[in-house]
């Protein structure tokens, strides 16, 4: 039999279609068909989605590492201005004689030792001027400032009595007033002080075997090395003045950075301070009863009792009190730029997910596919969104820089999503869809207390509208989609 017979017989139906003619069709077309079903589909955009966050992450790490940039160039400005000022003080240390028994392999003995009371003022008034700029090095910069203190206050005359609830012989005649300042390389003039209106009295660097309480440290670690400083001044003062109570004012030129911290060392400390800056942040045990803010800066005004502070008049201790519990004014910068991008990351994920599914309801709407590397073209085209907000926020501030990278990329991917589904209104749809979503991420940005209830309101509506749009479609890929 010939070929052409057995040709002529196939078409009869007499003889079967040949392995060749029939298994490529079937192949090629299972394959196309499986891509094509939407379940198979919605799968791949999961997988995609998943596989996006490893140049995330790499976006993420180069955030931190200009962030740690950015601090370095601040402490290097920091370090030839002058770093974030705390002061304590002053207080008047007086040495007390003790006897403490020690025993030494059974046998007991009694030496006499040195300790320390430190006594309080019963009234301290500070003022303070903050006179603000900010400092720039290469294209960082760092809010700095230059603060006047005017001190005035006075100890009573009850301070015999008051050392009598310490343990020890008072030593009067070694007695000396001293202040803590978190970095006296920012120290500005010469700090001198009048006892009773008199004349102006020089203090010396140190504060002799007083220790003060580094940053960032509670009362609870004041007694470890770790936690406590030795930078400050000190003043020796007459026993006959320290019998009899005195006031003292005194005037403090100190430079630094960033933020400024009071301790409240009188049993009632009344505090007020104003800065050329308009974005203050009230931080602190004790927050302001009065404060003033404008756009030319801010006033602001403490007064501490002596009761709401928890701390006696006279302690035993030769570190000083309060110094956890402190009055601070921190200069905002307008916007740190590099935690905002850092926050907008951690959204990453839930905003590639809502692209991609408004991408994928408007491939089913449209018939049109969209093949998956049009997809992970989509998706690195949002990835670079956030490279363009950290780099154009460097030069031009996070509103100009995060404006200018929405747009851009929201025009991008809607005009290529336009032109993959061969649909001028499937871009248009998906522009409304992106501008809507980076301008609820701005919002969510701006109103972090809000940002869970926000995101979790998105994320609802989100799947919400998916269910919604995808209702009758067939996942199976069966039968077409209604």
């Known amino acids: 039999m010939t070929d052409q017979d057995n040709e002529i017989d196939r078409q009869a139906g007499v003889l079967p279609p040949s392995a060749e003619t029939f298994a490529e069709p079937s192949r090629a077309g299972g394959f196309s068909t499986l891509m094509r079903s939407p379940g198979v589909k919605f799968i791949i955009i999961g997988v995609l989605t998943v596989l996006l966050l490893i140049p995330t992450l790499l976006v993420w790490a180069l955030v931190e590492e200009r962030a740690e940039r950015a601090n370095e160039v601040s402490a290097r400005i920091s370090a030839g201005w002058g770093g974030p000022q705390i002061v304590n003080g002053p207080y008047l240390a007086v040495p007390m004689s003790v006897n403490r028994s020690q025993n030494n392999n059974g046998t007991i003995t009694t030496m006499r030792v040195t300790e320390w009371a430190l006594l309080m003022p019963e009234e301290m008034k500070v003022n303070t001027k903050l006179d603000t700029e900010a400092r720039k090095l290469s294209i960082y910069s760092l809010p700095v400032y230059n603060a006047k203190m005017k001190f005035s206050g006075r100890f009573g005359t009850d301070l015999r009595q008051s050392l009598a609830q310490v343990e020890g012989v008072p030593d009067l005649d070694r007695a000396f007033l001293v202040m803590n300042i978190a970095d006296i390389s920012g120290i500005r003039s010469n700090a001198d002080i009048k006892i009773d209106g008199g004349a102006a009295l020089p203090f010396q660097p140190g504060m002799k075997s007083i220790k003060g309480l580094k940053s960032g440290y509670s009362e609870y670690d004041s007694t470890q090395a770790y936690a406590q400083s030795d930078t400050g001044i000190n003043r020796p003062i007459d026993r006959a003045i320290i019998e009899k109570g005195f ?213 609802f509506v989100t799947i919400a509208a998916t269910m919604y749009f995808t209702r009758n479609i067939d996942w199976s890929g069966s039968r077409e989609a209604k």
């Open 247 to 459: 006031t003292f004012e005194m005037d403090l030129s100190l430079n630094g950075s960033a933020k400024f911290s009071l301790a409240p060392a009188g049993q009632t400390t009344m505090f007020t301070a104003s800065a050329n800056w308009p974005d203050p942040g009230f931080e602190g045990l004790f927050l302001p009863e009065t404060k003033t803010i404008t756009k030319q800066g801010f006033e602001a005004a403490w007064t501490i009792p002596y009761l709401a502070r928890g701390v006696d008049k006279v302690i035993a201790s030769n570190v000083l009190p309060l110094g956890g519990n402190l009055m601070s004014v921190n200069l905002v910068e307008p916007v740190k730029f590099y935690q905002i991008v850092s926050r907008t990351l951690k959204y990453s994920v839930g905003f590639i997910s809502l692209m991609f599914f408004a991408v994928f309801i408007i491939e089913l709407k449209g018939g049109r596919m969209v093949h998956w590397v049009q997809y992970v073209l989509t998706g690195l085209a949002l990835i670079i969104f956030y490279i363009m907000l950290l780099a154009l926020s460097e030069h031009l501030g996070f509103i100009i820089a995060y404006g200018i990278a929405a747009t851009a990329t929201m025009l991008l991917i809607a005009s290529y999503v336009g032109t993959v589904t061969g649909s001028r209104r499937s871009g248009v749809s998906l522009a409304v869809v992106l501008g809507l979503s980076y301008a609820v991420m701005y919002l969510i940005l701006r109103e972090d207390e809000y940002a869970l209830l926000a995101g979790a309101l998105i994320s």
